[in-house]
T-cell receptor, first 109, second 116 residues
Framework: GQNIDQPTEMTATEGAIVQINCTYQ??????LFWYQQHAGEAPTFLSY????GLEEKGRFSSFLSRSKGYSYLLLKELQMKDSASYLC??????????FGPGTRLSVLP | KAGVTQTPRYLIKTRGQQVTLSCSPI?????VSWYQQTPGQGLQFLFE???????NKGNFPGRFSGRQFSNSRSEMNVSTLELGDSALYLC???????????????FGPGTRLTVL
């Protein structure tokens, strides 16, 4: 089976750094995606990792360790507009995407 | 390039009725996946269609069905609606389909279905 875990909720302060973790157990791993979803809106793509290491994209970075089944999304210089749910999703060979439960991030002034 | 579109955006039905939702993928994308999103269960995979064929199916009852047309547009049908079917139904399109390397999915705005 496949299992993806993320913290349910996190709170951080504007301007700070926050790390959202995602652990997974899966077979045929073929990449991990992070999506952002604002309340009432569709998920939008943030990042993709298929090899171990860090992928940086502006204020957002994503890290993957395939041997540990672990990824994190790092958000720097937090802004109020970053308040959203963050979904980690695993892509498996020949199978469908599996999404984690999502982490609801609240950014406080 | 136009994004993924879904119609209708909002729908209210009563128990026992059936509903059809429509999704038009990004031009050139051949894969359409459907998801159900509820506060308690998160994003749950329903099925994926690629070139008019259902490739993968999630763990939903047979009341949930779908199809894809030759122009890649897809429809999802739910028969004999239950209260628990109230959810946001999202479709996502991708170029090559799920299970393929770097397969980014682009989501539509969703259809909010309320069953009374």
């Amino acid at each position: 089976g496949q299992n993806i875990d993320q913290p349910t909720e996190m709170t951080a302060t504007e301007g700070a750094i926050v790390q959202i973790n995602c652990t997974y157990q899966t077979s045929g791993f073929n990449g991990l995606f992070w999506y952002q979803q604002h309340a009432g809106e569709a998920p939008t793509f943030l990042s993709y990792n298929v090899l171990d290491g860090l992928e940086e994209k502006g204020r957002f970075s994503s890290f993957l360790s395939r041997s540990k089944g672990y990824s994190y999304l790092l958000l720097k210089e937090l802004q109020m507009k970053d308040s959203a749910s963050y979904l980690c999703a695993v892509n498996n060979y020949g199978q469908n995407f599996v999404f984690g439960p999502g982490t609801r991030l609240s950014v406080l002034p | 390039k136009a994004g993924v579109t879904q119609t209708p955006r909002y729908l209210i039905k009563t128990r026992g009725q059936q509903v059809t939702l429509s999704c038009s993928p990004i031009s050139g994308h051949r894969s359409v996946s459907w998801y159900q999103q509820t506060p308690g269960q998160g994003l749950q995979f329903l099925f994926e269609y690629f070139s008019e064929t259902q490739r993968n199916k999630g763990n939903f009852p047979g009341r949930f069905s779908g199809r894809q047309f030759s122009n890649s547009r897809s429809e999802m049908n739910v028969s004999t609606l239950e209260l628990g079917d109230s959810a946001l139904y999202l479709c996502a399109s991708s170029l090559m389909g799920q299970g393929v390397s770097y397969n980014e999915q682009f989501f539509g705005p969703g259809t909010r279905l309320t069953v009374l």
